[in-house]
């Protein structure tokens, strides 16, 4: 961790040159879940490339972007487009825009991401809160020496999804007619997707839906005190004896289906926060 408090100072000092709002909210938009931000009053557009030692993403469905205003009159900060260890970088790389974002001011992380459906109930474009989730992941973002000043040596994770956030979500969703379910989210290292065996092995630890990104996010925002919510939206089913090869356009269609129901959700949530 040595270096990382000093490079989250420098970098969200950049983005407060270009704007000067406190976030009370930050977003993390998944694999063909960018509308959303479109929704957003826009102050200023700041490419990652801009902002010091964020990476660069490389995944073709993400616009590589920080969005800064307000929506529903909350000040709010989002990622058009994540990374991912299967990238090539860091756990550390892949979670420092949550460490920027914390010292940019947010209390609260939402994060929403494209997942494979295993739980056999799930359909195309459903969409999953997140309960709990298992870590499959090669390696940890808290892996090395701690700072102190970032979060605690051994962070509890006996309820990484706020408890009051998952209620709120469930609530809204009730009232505004869109289905969601709760669920166990699985993440793995990928790029390749699994195979069979795997998702029998997943289903049988108890896993809803299976993805490549989030969780790393979430034990950094558990470190640095954060309220996480967070959502699936099934784009592929995972059922081993029903398996069909991927198909990366189908899978791109079905997020944007999902995200539209997200992205009528998310923004009721955050002005109820």
Known sequence: MQGVFEQTAEAAALIQSKWSKKPAVGLILGTGLGDLSQQIDTDVVIPYAEIPYFPTSTVQSHAG????????????????????????????????PVRVMKELGIDTLLITNASGGINPQLDLADIVVIEDHINLMPDSPLRGVNDDRLGPRFPDMSAPYNKDLLQLAREIALEMGIPV???????????????RAEYRMLKGMGADVVGMSTVPEVLVAVHADLKVLGFSVVTDLCLPDALEPANIDQILAVAARGGERLSRLIPQIVEKL
């Open 65 to 96: 972007q920080l969005v800064c205003g307000e929506l529903r009159g909350k000040p709010i900060i989002a990622m058009e487009g994540r990374f991912h260890f299967y990238e090539g970088y860091s756990m550390q790389q892949v979670t420092f």
């Open 181 to 195: 379910s709760p669920g166990v989210f699985v993440s793995v290292m990928g790029p390749n997707l699994e195979t």
